[in-house]
């Protein structure tokens, strides 16, 4: 595994043929001090040289650590259509690429739908007895459970209408110059991978980094999720003026504090003792603001999957 971040990206192949794809990535090698790894994964629409991954990469390289970033297929430099993309499709990238190109416990950092994703890793590292491979997770307005409850049951009824009868509903994106493409598929494999019913284990510490004024996953979201890692470390900080991007300084500051928490962690208190789920189960959960004021802000209703 080589240094390719400042390179040109090279390309993990993923599954077999016909669905065969090539993922297009970047590493940045560690500087051998025996500390975790880091993974970047991204948004819908976004790409691994956005803003805040760079600027992750640039963290990375000061504090000597390494770093993994792709494309999903269908984003940036990848193959494939973005039509084609569901959760099931870029779940499978996200586990082989992250098995194939890193090396010990990794940090990884998820933002947005990317959020999602390394939670559903998280799961599905758990059931393969790979837990091991995650020091902690650093999520940035987690979409968890986008497809069901910021898509489906956000859309309006023409909306919905359209994904049964032709297959896609193509709104304007607030990201791209190009449409989103919300698919039939992408709904109904979504159902595939919903956390929102249960409790959700992680295996690891969290932190989560939502602002308070994102408009694409309200922090109602993200109070949602909080009420739900019961079993392992989980903070939440809240910011204030904050939007879904988060990429100001001030943002990346937040981020790239939750970073060295994660790196500072003694490692026997990554995870709770078994003793420990049921009483930490009933604690509210640990909520920062990052500007003052008098009393925490009232708490919103998530949406819910209907």
């Not at 940045?28 to 691994?48: E, K």
């Not at 990375?60 to 494309?71: C, H």
């Not at 990884?108 to 994703?117: H, K, Q, T």
Request: hydrophobic letters at 40%.
């Amino acid at each position: 595994m080589s240094d390719v971040s400042n390179q040109e990206p090279k390309v993990f192949t993923v599954g077999i043929p016909p669905y065969q794809r090539g993922i297009a990535f970047r590493r940045r090698a560690p500087a051998g001090n025996g500390r975790p790894g880091l993974v970047w994964l991204g948004g819908y629409r976004s790409d691994m040289d956005s803003t805040k991954a760079s600027a992750l990469d640039a963290e990375a390289e000061r504090l000597g650590l390494g770093l993994l970033r792709f494309d999903y297929s269908g984003h940036g430099l990848s193959e494939g259509r973005l039509a084609d993309g569901t959760i099931s499709r870029w779940l499978e990238e996200t586990l082989a690429i992250v098995r194939a190109e890193t090396l010990g416990p990794q940090i990884v950092f998820g933002s947005s739908m990317g959020g999602y994703l390394a939670l559903l890793m998280a799961r599905a590292l758990a059931e393969t007895g790979e837990s091991g491979r995650l020091a902690g997770l650093v999520l940035i307005a987690p979409a968890v459970d986008f497809t069901e409850a910021l898509i489906w049951a956000r859309a309006p009824e023409e909306a919905r209408r359209m994904i049964m009868a032709t297959g896609a509903w193509r709104p304007p994106s607030a990201y791209s110059g190009e449409p989103d493409v919300f698919t039939r598929a992408l709904i109904e494999d979504g159902r595939r991978h919903l956390l929102f019913g249960g409790m959700i284990r992680t295996h690891c510490p969290v932190a989560v980094l939502q602002g308070m004024q994102d408009d694409a996953v309200p922090y109602g979201h993200a109070l949602a999720l909080m009420e739900r890692l019961g079993g392992d470390p989980a903070t939440l900080t809240l910011i204030k003026d904050g939007d879904h991007r988060l990429s100001r300084p001030q943002d990346l500051a937040l981020l790239f504090g939750a970073l060295q928490r994660m790196l500072d962690q003694p490692a026997g208190e990554t995870r709770l003792p078994d003793s420990r789920l049921a009483a930490r189960r009933r604690k509210p959960p640990e909520i920062a603001w990052t500007s003052p004021v008098s009393s925490p802000p009232a708490r919103p209703r998530s949406p819910k999957a209907r």
